[in-house]
């Protein structure tokens, strides 16, 4: 009988993933945080914004909620999807130990979006000068650098150079996360979503990871995003805050990046 080809997450013993705003560690590979954690790897997760321009499910908040208490409650969401997901450690972005040495504290602010075409988003009209995706480059490599040093992982997570689909703070954070693991010289991954598998496949090097064994945790923790969206009573699908309807994901491909 052949021998199993190894995977790369069998030398891993500390993950650090990198997400743009809550919910994101649910929908973008969730599964695999779980798997990793089952594995006996300890999982370390940066969030670099609180979400703040999220749209919200109807009914789930007043209309008139400030941007202040939707990151609050955005913030409250995730702690119940840390649990669901295994999650050992949360830090935000701009915080201790996620902060450079000598800079003051800030919070990263949501950037938005606007959709391209269905599946792609690109910047929105207008964009807070506060925001991730305008902030120095420099200063968010340098808040991941202290992050990396701090915590030692032997595998740094994040999205592809797409960002997944567009969005402004998921193309910041690939870009940020995989110049900090290079500079601290980690393995860095990229999450492949089942839209891209087959492009994907075609470049080499990818793994597939088939995780229906962690259906109870991926729903857990994405129910806890009741702001963001809904997931349908038999866990089969979801809807988000938007209207757009998605399976949910548990199947997800990981690709190290090399050069």
């Known amino acids: 009988m052949p021998e199993a080809s190894p995977s790369l997450l069998d030398s891993v013993r500390h993950a650090l993933v990198v997400h743009a705003?809550?919910?994101?560690?649910?929908?973008?590979?969730?599964?695999?945080?779980?798997?990793?954690?089952?594995?006996?790897?300890?999982?370390t997760l940066v969030t670099c914004t609180r979400g703040e321009l999220g749209e919200i499910v109807a009914g789930v908040l007043p209309e008139d909620t400030p941007v202040a208490e939707l990151a609050a409650v955005r913030e409250r969401e995730l702690r119940g999807s840390l649990d669901a997901?295994?999650?050992?450690e949360h830090r935000w972005l701009g915080t201790a130990p996620a902060?450079?040495?000598?800079l003051?504290?800030?919070?990263?602010?949501?950037?938005?979006?606007?959709?391209?075409?269905p599946g792609l988003a690109g910047p929105a009209d207008e964009t807070d000068l506060r925001a991730l995706s305008v902030a120095p480059v420099e200063e968010v490599i340098g808040d991941l650098a202290a992050v990396i040093a701090h915590d030692t992982p032997d595998l740094v997570i994040s999205y592809d150079a797409t960002g997944g689909?567009?969005?402004?703070?998921?193309?910041?954070?690939?870009e940020a996360s995989l110049a900090a693991a290079r500079a601290a010289g980690v393995r860095f991954a990229e999450l492949v979503?089942?839209?891209e598998r087959g492009l994907a496949a075609e470049i080499g090097d990818l793994e597939w990871f088939e995780l229906e064994q962690h259906r109870a945790a991926v729903v857990a923790a994405l129910r806890s995003h009741r702001t963001q969206l809904t997931v349908d009573d038999d866990g089969a699908?979801?809807?988000?805050s938007g209207g757009q309807r998605q399976d949910v994901h548990l199947a997800i491909g990981l690709r190290e990046v090399v050069a």
């Open 237 to 240: 699908g979801l809807v988000h």
């Open 21 to 43: 705003h809550p919910d994101d560690e649910a929908l973008a590979g969730g599964a695999l945080l779980r798997e990793l954690h089952d594995r006996g790897a300890r999982v």
């Open 99 to 102: 902060r450079a040495a000598g």
């Open 165 to 174: 689909y567009g969005h402004p703070d998921h193309v910041r954070a690939r």
């Open 85 to 88: 997901l295994g999650i050992d």
């Open 193 to 195: 979503e089942q839209s």
């Open 104 to 117: 003051e504290p800030r919070e990263y602010r949501d950037s938005g979006m606007r959709w391209l075409r």
